[in-house]
């Protein structure tokens, strides 16, 4: 049958949302996937970057990750999506990398597959939630198996967001810690096992 094959595409300016797509792809080769990790492209110019240093040192520390294309999300069994809050919205380039995937959506070649997210936001109640469900929109239109961690984790209730892993890093003071990392490791392993069993059934 062969491994469930996870790609992780995330976009992330300051690192918060790269470390979280870091610490899912540990654990979903943990569980026994073929992970690809992927970045969608950067869409703001240099000027915006040298700005702020976090997201320049960024650009750099994920300079060897490539940047994802239509064929990483046709290729696997199940798609992490990342990505920062932006007025409690998806970022713009994640969405655009998502709204390059039309021919593949036209050809039905995203559908069936386990899609679940993750993302970051500065504060608590900054839109966690709303991003992520802004995101699994798109996942309707494909055709895709949303699959999220619930409460399905006795950790989960620490956390608190059954809608994906989430972190607030109040504007990169706080680094992705214990807490985040227990809720990447609960998602990673609940996609892998859900894309598991659906790859199984679909061999019978
Ligand atoms: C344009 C812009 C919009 C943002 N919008 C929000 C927001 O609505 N709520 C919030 O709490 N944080 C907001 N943030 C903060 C980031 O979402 C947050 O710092 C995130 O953790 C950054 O992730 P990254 O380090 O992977 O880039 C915004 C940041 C930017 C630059």
Redesign the pocket.
Known sequence: MGNVKLSVIYY???????EIANALVAEAENAGAEVRLRKAPELAPDAAIDANPAWRANVEATSSVPEATPEDVVWADAVLFGS?????NVSSQLKQFIDGLGGQWQQGLLADKVYSGFT????KH??QESTLLALYNTIHHFGGIIVIPGFTDATKFADGNPYGTS?V?G??QFKVDDETRTAAAVQARRVVGVAQALKAGAQR
Do not use: E
């Open positions: 992330s300016s300051t690192g918060t949302i790269a920062p809050t932006r007025f409690g970051a936001s500065a504060t900054g839109g972190h890093d504007q990169g």
